[in-house]
Structures are given as structure tokens and as C-alpha cells.
């Protein structure tokens, strides 16, 4: 019984250690580019697996046509919205502990305490997160993860990726998602089915929430998978600079102030002789 404790022990360790190897070679290759910054990485479209990427892309999307779409669509169709928004809320209130403890480690203080109250709240008043009290009072929900967390360090989101059944990513989101995994205290409450269950229902909760609008991207893009990357990029980018607007791009403009007398008057000159 002892050898198997210890062995368990040794195999969660190792793993936590393997984690925070490929942590390091991350962080290892974006300080190589450390002169990129969040901006350039935002207007640049950095995707030299590209070929790649297009078929992993169409096989999420046989997939989701085939399996997560009709799901989702079933899910709708039967369940009216007031019983999915519970089944929102109670697998939102299960994310908290990890909003949490990425808040810490961003140090947003705030945005950490405002996750603890929350779960606090609705795990008790709320009945296990099913009625979300906390919102009602003004603590808004706010989605904080390690790839977020990477982010804030400085580490760049390097070379746009499709990961098979996951999606749109790219190496500092695929860590941070596997560090996420291995931080929420469920992932060791719960049982093997129980963690599948949960994944599955977050997967077609998801889906269910975009029905509409990833039809209408599909229909109206000359491009879809471009159309899904930038959009994807965009997002992640909000999400790093918690909801503020980005920087604006440089644009050269030509005021009177750029003029001299002289020059003005030729300018004006040559306009009335046109």
C-alpha cells in the first residue's frame, strides 16, 4: 500500500515537472524573440504551419459537423434556455478556483478576490453554482488562465497552432491549457468520468452558446479558417489585456503645422489654378 502512495507521488511529480520543462522551452524561445512585442505578434499573421494547421482544421470540422454540431443543436432544441444557463453557471462556478489562483499569480488581487468571493458565494447560496448570486452583486465573472498568466510574464504566444478537437491555439495557450489541467483542484476530486463528463458538457455548452454566429462566420467568409484564426487571435489578445482597448496603430497624417508659409501658399495656389 505504501509502494503504490509513493509510486502515485513520483508519477505526479514527474508529470508537474515534465510541465514546467516545456514551460521553460517556451519561455526559452519566446525571450529569443523578446524584441516581438504583443502589438507586432497582434498584426503580424505568424502562421508557418499553415499547411498543417488547414488539416487539422478541416478535421475539427468533420468532427464537429458529424458529432459536437448536432449535439449542440439537440441540446438546444431540447433543453429550453433557462435550464442551460444553470448548466452554465454550475460549470462556470467550477472554473473559479483556477480564475482564482491565476488571478494571484497575475497578481490582479482584484480580479482574484473577485473569483473567491464568487465561488464562495455561489457555492453555498447559489446551490453549487446553479444560480449565479454573485453577478447580482456585483462580482462579475472574469476568465483568467496560466496561458493569460504566461502572457503577463512576457512570454510570447509564438507560432499560431489547430489543435486536434481543441481548436485555435498556439504554444503559450496549449501549456497554459495543460498547467490549468493540473492546478483545478477538480481535476483531482473527481472521478475518471466524472472529469470526462464535465469536459464533454463544457465542450457542447460552448458550442450550443455559438450555434448562430460560427454558421454566419462560415457563410460569409471568403476564408474560413483565416476568418477563425484572426478572430481567435483577437480574442486571446482581449482576454491578455483584460478587456482594454489596444494601442493605435501609427498613421501618418499631414497637418497645416507641417507647412511653411511659403509652401502653404503654393499648395493653395496650384489648388485654385486647378
Known amino acids: 500500500m505504501t509502494f503504490r502512495v509513493a509510486s502515485k507521488k513520483y508519477r505526479r511529480w514527474t508529470q508537474v515537472l515534465a510541465m514546467l520543462l516545456v514551460v521553460g522551452v517556451v519561455s526559452g524561445c519566446a ?3 523578446s524584441s516581438e512585442s504583443l502589438d507586432d505578434e497582434e498584426y503580424s499573421v505568424n502562421d508557418p504551419f499553415e499547411d498543417i494547421n488547414r488539416i487539422t482544421f478541416e478535421i475539427n470540422r468533420t468532427l464537429d459537423g458529424v458529432l459536437l454540431g448536432p449535439l449542440a ?3 438546444v432544441g431540447v433543453v429550453p434556455r433557462w435550464g442551460r ?3 452554465t453557471n454550475v460549470l462556470n462556478n467550477l472554473g473559479e478556483p483556477v480564475n ?7 497578481w490582479n488581487l482584484e480580479r482574484a478576490v473577485t473569483s473567491m468571493l464568487r465561488f464562495a458565494f455561489n457555492s453555498t447560496i447559489g446551490l453549487g453554482g446553479i444560480f449565479d448570486i454573485a453577478d447580482g452583486i456585483g462580482l462579475s465573472r472574469a476568465d483568467e488562465d496560466f496561458g493569460q498568466t504566461l502572457a503577463v510574464w512576457g512570454v510570447a504566444e509564438g507560432p499560431y497552432l489547430v489543435l486536434p478537437l481543441f481548436g485555435p491555439s498556439n504554444p503559450r495557450d496549449a501549456v497554459g491549457m495543460g498547467v490549468d489541467w493540473f492546478m483545478d483542484p477538480f481535476t483531482r476530486a473527481l472521478r475518471s468520468h466524472e472529469k470526462y463528463q ?4 463544457r465542450g457542447i455548452d460552448v ?3 455559438f450555434i448562430n454566429e460560427l454558421d454566419t462566420l462560415e457563410e460569409t467568409s471568403i476564408d474560413f479558417y483565416a476568418a477563425m484564426r484572426e478572430l481567435y487571435r483577437q480574442h486571446r489578445a482581449g482576454e491578455v489585456r483584460n478587456g482594454e482597448l489596444p494601442p493605435t496603430l501609427p498613421i501618418p497624417s499631414i497637418t ?3 507647412y511653411s508659409d511659403d509652401e502653404f501658399d503654393q499648395a493653395t495656389a496650384s489648388d485654385e489654378i486647378e
Do not use: T
Open 207 to 209: 458550442r450550443s452558446r
Open 198 to 201: 464535465r469536459m464533454i458538457a
Open 256 to 258: 497645416l503645422e507641417d
Open 100 to 106: 482564482f489562483a491565476n488571478g494571484l499569480l497575475q
Open 73 to 75: 443543436e439537440m441540446y
Open 85 to 87: 444557463e444553470r448548466v
Open 31 to 33: 525571450s529569443s524573440n
